[in-house]
């Protein structure tokens, strides 16, 4: 499914936010935000924002997941100019444009792998020298590759494995609605309730470790703390608590 977002008459000239949307085409969200953040343009700012428009989009009108989500197109347009002038020499004007730009971002969970390009049977010339004084290598590094992919296997850890703090076997009888804390949508809050995680409170007691701990295991780096959910899940159940 594609998911689009778009901020028009964004006050930039296409040229500059070219030059950022470029870095970001084909990328996973979490990288390209991750991306944006550090980048000291303007235009990172204007497509950062646009980007988690479309990122709000998907999670909340389409019940997408955002760690499966890629940028599919950032593609810039030109707006319109506003024509301006100013005074020079011997009575003449200087001609200033202030240029626009239309940002257009369009996400999508499908992911197509690059084709793989057509290669002759025939073996070069270069090739086969090579073949007689490497083969023993080759066959080497052959059996080495089974080996590092069991290695990598068995260090791939599973929730169980993780610090994640207080949570809870079985659901409660309150349950706050997660998808009030900024940045958590449907599919979040289906993910959270699935690591027992139903309450304010419980967010707001993660400590570092219990946060490291989430942001592996939604594959989303960083975004616990660059939303605040602890402060805003804090503030949620002091005002769910003043209410009672």
Known sequence: MQVRSTT?????????????????????VSDALDALTYTPKKAAHLIGKTLKSAIANAENNHELSADELIIQEATIGDGPTLKRFKPRARGSAGAIRKRSSHIFITLTDEFEAPEEKKTSGKPKKRDTIKSLFTGKAAAAVEEEVPAAKEEA???????????????????????????VISG??????????????????????????????????????????????LQQAADLDAAKGAAE
């Open 184 to 229: 958590v949508g449907p599919a979040l809050e289906a993910k959270l309730h699935g690591f027992g995680i139903y309450t304010y409170a419980q967010v707001a007691a993660w400590n570092e470790t219990n946060i490291t701990a989430f942001d592996d295991l939604l594959s989303f780096k960083g975004r616990i703390e660059r939303d605040n959910w």
């Open 8 to 28: 028009k008459y964004a006050r930039i000239s296409p040229k500059k936010a070219r030059d950022v949307a470029r870095e970001i085409q084909g990328l996973p």
């Open 153 to 179: 296997a068995s260090e791939e850890k599973s929730a169980a494995d993780y610090d994640l703090g207080k949570v809870y076997d079985e659901a409660p009888d309150e349950i706050d609605d997660l998808k």
